[in-house]
């Protein structure tokens, strides 16, 4: 079946203005992941649905990060005013629910380049 | 608070030999403890996971790590290394014990020479 999937592939932007990102998870996951991939370093969390319950929040780095979803499908990550410090891989990830045992299923990122 | 620890930032194995990519973790209960590859300009690929029960994981592409709770170690092995084994490889943890997020290390990137 159809993995993960993340659009657009790349993005660059004058800095100051706002992207938006989006993620199509796969079908019947309950659990979507948001995370940022510096050059040359780890996954740092930013923010995570999990069906109809409120999303945790606690990786955004600043107020100018924000995430939606509807239901248990697409979501979009929305970094407003972008600095060059936001230029990095941005990947998605699906699980068919958040329990601690489960793996995670990645898309192909987003790499921002903010100029 | 959790955390995991990838030591090596490259580790270089000509090809037919065995390669380990080293893997520490922390966690105030009982870890679950995953394996994943990078390819290039391709995303996270989940590899193996240690949940309970035996110590020794067998995942994709015959790759092996090993749980050792007295070291805290979660050590990615193959026996025979391939050219197309060459990646980025993440280990990852997560407590059992509580609501917490999964952490990701900061990755060993692998090289195997032909």
């Known amino acids: 079946g159809a993995g993960v999937s993340q659009s657009p592939s790349n993005k660059v932007t004058e800095k100051g203005k706002d992207v938006e990102l989006r993620c199509d998870p796969i079908?019947?996951?309950?659990?979507l992941y948001w995370y940022r991939q510096r050059l040359g370093q780890g996954l740092e969390f930013l923010i995570y649905f999990q069906g109809n319950s409120a999303p945790d929040k606690s990786g955004l780095p600043s107020d100018r990060f924000s995430a939606e979803r509807t239901g248990e499908s697409v979501s979009t990550l929305t970094i407003q005013r972008t600095q060059q410090e936001d230029s990095a891989v941005y990947l998605c990830?699906?699980?068919?629910?958040?329990?601690?045992?489960?793996?995670?299923?990645f898309g192909p990122g987003t790499r921002l380049t903010v100029t | 608070a959790q955390s995991v620890a990838q030591p090596e930032d490259q580790v270089n194995v000509a090809e037919g030999n065995p390669l380990t990519v080293k893997c520490t973790y922390s966690?105030?209960?009982?870890?679950?403890l995953f394996w994943y590859v990078q390819y290039p300009n391709r995303g996270l690929q989940f590899l193996l996971k240690?949940?309970?029960?035996?110590?020794l994981v067998k995942g994709s592409y015959g790759f092996e790590a090993e749980f050792n709770k007295s070291q805290t170690s979660f050590h990615l092995k193959k026996p025979s290394a391939l050219v197309s084994d060459s990646a980025l490889y993440f280990c990852a943890v997560r407590d059992v014990s509580s609501a917490s997020k999964i952490i990701f290390g900061s990755g060993t990137r692998l090289s195997i020479r032909p």
């Open positions: 966690v105030s209960g009982n870890p679950y």
């Open positions: 079908s019947g996951h309950t659990a």
């Open positions: 990830a699906s699980s068919r629910r958040d329990s601690p045992s489960t793996e995670q299923y």
């Open positions: 240690y949940i309970t029960g035996d110590n």
